[in-house]
């Protein structure tokens, strides 16, 4: 995900619970300098961390399905507000309480018989649809 938020131009990776940082030395593996070039910090509770980011006035979008989800492609509103994209746990998703606290719900599309994408992969995909929708002409 560093790659991936590093080459969408994103300015910051807000790590939260259990998920591992640039200290690890399998990210730096994977990340290949990307983890140097990316701001980034670690918070225990990402619920906390969502009601700070929210104060400070930033557009939470969760990726996550669901009856709040929007498709992804066509999203129902945009803004210009600082955005942080949510991406939850591989297995159980965005936390509820973080959900509760996210301005817009996106997902991607299934057409085969899985629901979900790989998280990393699923982050590529919304990271790059959403920075070209910031930036499209009307």
Known sequence: MFRTADGAGLRHMYLCGYT??????????TALGAEQALAWSHHPNGVDLARTLHAEGKYLVA???????????????????????????????????????CDQVVSIPMIGVKESLNAAVAFGIAVYTLQFQMFREE
Request: charged fraction near 20%; aromatic fraction near 4%.
């Open 20 to 29: 591992a940082t640039p200290e690890n030395l399998k990210v730096g593996k």
């Open 63 to 101: 990726l996550e399905g669901g009856e709040r989800a929007q498709h992804l492609f066509h999203p129902k509103s945009q803004t210009f507000a600082p955005m942080v994209l949510v991406v939850g746990n591989e297995v159980a998703g965005v936390d509820p309480d973080i959900l509760a606290l």
